[in-house]
Structure formats: structure tokens, C-alpha cells
């Protein structure tokens, strides 16, 4: 397998396997809520998320 063919597979793998990570500004304009409204959604648990940093992050089926 030459390096195109890896990456190809690699590509693919991603693609299939690896959630869709968001950010917040992200997820909100996809559920059309407010600033407030995510934070509150976020901190509560409700809407299961990581936080890094300062950032939280979530992912787009935990989003739909």
C-alpha cells in the first residue's frame, strides 16, 4: 500500500468512524437557540458536552 492508498483508507476511516465535533456558536445556530439557553443547556448536563479550556465542545449527534 503506497502513501496515496493510506491516506485514502485513513480518509474513509475518519469519515465513518470520528464523530462531527461542534462548538457551541455551532451548535446553537443549528437548534436556533440563544447564548444564554446553550450555556444554561451545557452546565446542566442536559446537552452532553466536553469542555476544554475555556471551550466546550459537543458533538453533532448528541446536537441532533
Not at 443547556?41 to 465542545?57: F, Y
Request: glycine fraction near 6%; aromatic fraction near 6%.
Amino acid at each position: 500500500m503506497d502513501h496515496s492508498e493510506y491516506r485514502e483508507a485513513l480518509d474513509a476511516y475518519k469519515q465513518e468512524r470520528l464523530p462531527v465535533v461542534l462548538t457551541a456558536a455551532e451548535a446553537m445556530d443549528l437548534l436556533g437557540v440563544g447564548k444564554n439557553t446553550m450555556y444554561r443547556l451545557l452546565k446542566s448536563g442536559e446537552l452532553p458536552a466536553v469542555r476544554i479550556g475555556h471551550s466546550w465542545r459537543l458533538t453533532l449527534e448528541a446536537v441532533e
